[in-house]
């Protein structure tokens, strides 16, 4: 009778298995994310309501913060290109991580980003509080590849930003820059925009940044002063924040959030090609005038559960080499790594006992000889 490696199956089986939590998805969304009338692309409004303002942007959501509720959108899962809005997600995925008060020194890649940007200098000036705020006032593409260049480089930014968006169950959106300069592949709704709204306005460090209308910023010598770009913030009754962006191929989009009565209404648009700041206005206030009073048309989905963050200790003074492995980035799952790595263990228990088997066949085999030797 030969050996049985039924044993060595059963072990293989074990490690596969052992995997399983880092492997695990939450169970595929039976239509869109949020409820089935969030699938159209048209306006959707709760029936028997008054529709909201008219607005030239592509796509929008009205939602309530507290609730979750969807009060109303257009094509809401859409996929657009964020431009600048992405760096909401940027600043939710790397607020956790970073000592605020770190000393980040920027490289020249940094300094020479393109597009809107603080005015960083190469010397070691800044703290990484510095340059949320000038990732969120002044839309700094340079402050966006600094704090990159911070959390490790940018392909760990880019794996963070990804599986923040994983959490977060937003799952329209593809990062592929922490600034939100356009780049083939590169994607998010007005949906996820208004997802992720809802988290960093739950952050209280990221209020704090979205919220602050003026700060003083470093310069070699001395400091400057950086406004923010929203002007809603100066002109609209309980404006919150958050982040407005331009691109020439995303157009316009926005992601507001305004507080009145205790009560925060969100929204967002994409694709606005024009002025847009009076329509949020409108469609800001259309929002307190339907909150409790009609049926959501669907709900903002809640985050999955947060895994542990362990903030750095201290940031690069130049940008770490890029890592040999490949960045976890668009469509790349939170658990891949591990599943490699649970393969391989597998591999290795496989490999070892068929080398054992191999062992034992021949010396049995060696036995055999010696008896037949005998015999001869």
């Known amino acids: 009778m030969g050996t049985k490696l039924v044993p060595v199956a059963a072990l293989l089986a074990a490690v596969v298995l052992a995997a399983g939590p880092a492997l695990a998805e939450p169970p595929a969304a039976e239509g869109p994310l949020g409820g089935d009338r ?24 009205i939602a309530d913060a507290e609730t979750g509720q969807v009060l109303a959108a257009k094509n809401p899962h859409g996929r657009y290109l964020p431009a600048s809005t992405l760096k909401t997600l940027t600043a939710l995925a790397l607020i956790p991580k970073l000592d605020r008060n770190l000393k980040v020194k920027p490289s020249r890649t940094a300094v020479n980003q393109e597009g809107s940007a603080v005015g960083l200098s190469t010397k070691p000036i800044y703290k990484v509080d510095d340059l949320f705020k000038a990732l969120m006032l002044t839309s700094g593409n340079d402050a966006a590849m600094a704090l990159a260049e911070a959390n490790g480089g940018l392909s760990t930014t880019l794996a963070d930003m990804n599986s923040e968006a994983k959490r977060l169950q937003a799952n329209d959106t593809v990062a592929k820059t922490p600034s939100g300069l356009d780049k083939p592949g590169q994607s998010s709704s007005a949906y996820d925009l208004a997802l992720i709204a809802r988290a960093g306005l739950a952050n209280p460090e990221f209020r704090r940044y979205v919220s602050l209308k003026t700060s003083r910023f470093p310069a070699p010598k001395g400091y400057y002063e950086i406004g923010n770009h ?17 691109t020439s191929k995303a157009l316009g989009s926005f992601v507001g959030a305004a507080t009145r009565d205790g009560h925060t209404i969100i929204v967002t648009i994409m694709r606005h090609d024009g002025y847009f700041w009076e329509e949020v206005e409108h469609l800001l206030d259309w929002g307190f005038a339907m909150r409790g009073k009609s049926t959501p048309v669907g709900t903002l989905v809640d985050p999955l559960p947060a895994q542990p963050v362990t903030k750095q200790v201290q940031a690069p003074a130049v940008p770490a080499a890029p890592a040999a ?7 790349s799952e939170p658990g891949t790594s591990r599943a490699i790595g649970a393969l391989a263990i597998g591999a290795g228990v496989l490999g070892g006992a068929g080398w054992l088997f191999y062992g034992m066949r021949r010396r049995r085999t060696a ?3 010696s008896r037949t030797a005998g015999r001869r």
């Open 325 to 331: 492995a490949p960045a976890q980035g668009a469509g």
């Open 38 to 61: 969030l699938a159209g692309r048209g306006l959707i409004v709760p029936k028997g309501v008054k529709a909201p303002p008219k607005t030239k942007a592509t796509s929008f959501v």
């Open 230 to 246: 929203n002007k809603l913030l100066w002109r609209y009754k309980g404006m919150v924040g958050v982040k407005n962006g331009w």
């Open 367 to 369: 036995r055999e000889s």
